[in-house]
């Protein structure tokens, strides 16, 4: 089966730009998560979708970031406006039942 | 919330010897306990993971053991070869909210 795929696979953009991450899960895995690792730190949760609705996004630093997922499929992940402190790599998990998350490769994201 | 410590940060082996990656947690509740290893450039992969009813699986050269009473767990390589050269991480959870240690970046020397 096809892992999961995350685009882009870098960004750079300069503070206060906006810019779209896109997550495709693993083809029937209704579980979907949002992670990020920053600056050599530990990797931390975002949020959760089970389809399309969002089970928990206590994760979410605050309201710039913005996740859906229409249609219970793929799902994007925006942030607007950047700062610099949103640098790091935003990872993409999917899982068919709870658990057992396959992870995409990431996004590294540079906000200058 | 949970909070999950890896140490060390860096190690580094000749191939062919043990390495060890130890992890604590802080949430008894915690019960699921997975071992994720990422190559450059690629995303964490799944290698290994322990239920809280268990005390030690092993999988061809690598183990993981669990302590729940102390709150520790860790993994070992044994054998070392250069692929295993990556960042591992541990984690902990017992639902669907992986807590993640910080990462141990293994370098196997040749």
């Known amino acids: 089966e096809a892992g999961v795929t995350q685009f882009p696979s870098h960004s750079v953009i300069e503070k206060g730009q906006t810019v779209t991450l896109r997550c495709d899960p693993i083809?029937?895995?209704?579980?979907l998560y949002w992670y990020r690792r920053v600056m050599g730190k530990e990797i931390k949760f975002l949020l959760h979708?089970?389809?399309?609705?969002?089970?928990?996004e206590s994760g979410m630093p605050n309201n710039r970031f913005l996740a859906e997922r229409t249609g219970g499929t793929y799902s994007t992940l925006k942030v607007q406006p950047a700062e610099l402190e949103d640098s790091g790599v935003y990872f993409c998990?999917?899982?068919?039942?709870?658990?057992?998350?396959?992870f995409g490769p990431g996004t590294r994201l540079l906000v200058l | 919330g949970e909070n999950v410590e890896q140490h060390p940060s860096t190690l580094s082996v000749q191939e062919g010897d043990s390495a060890v990656i130890k992890c604590t947690y802080s949430?008894?509740?915690?019960?699921?306990f997975p071992w994720y290893k990422q190559e450059l450039g690629k995303g964490p992969q799944l290698i290994i993971d322990i239920r809280s009813n268990v005390g030690e699986k092993k999988d061809q050269r690598i183990a993981v053991t669990l302590n729940k009473t102390a709150k520790h767990f860790s993994l070992h390589i044994t054998e070392t070869q250069p692929e295993d050269s990556a960042v591992y991480f541990c984690?902990?959870?017992?639902?669907?909210?992986?807590?993640f240690g910080a990462g141990t970046t293994v370098t196997v020397r040749a």
């Open positions: 979708f089970v389809k399309e609705s969002k089970q928990d």
């Open positions: 984690a902990a959870t017992n639902d669907y909210k992986l807590s």
């Open positions: 083809s029937g895995h209704d579980n």
């Open positions: 998990a999917s899982s068919q039942r709870v658990g057992h998350a396959t």
């Open positions: 949430d008894s509740a915690s019960n699921y």
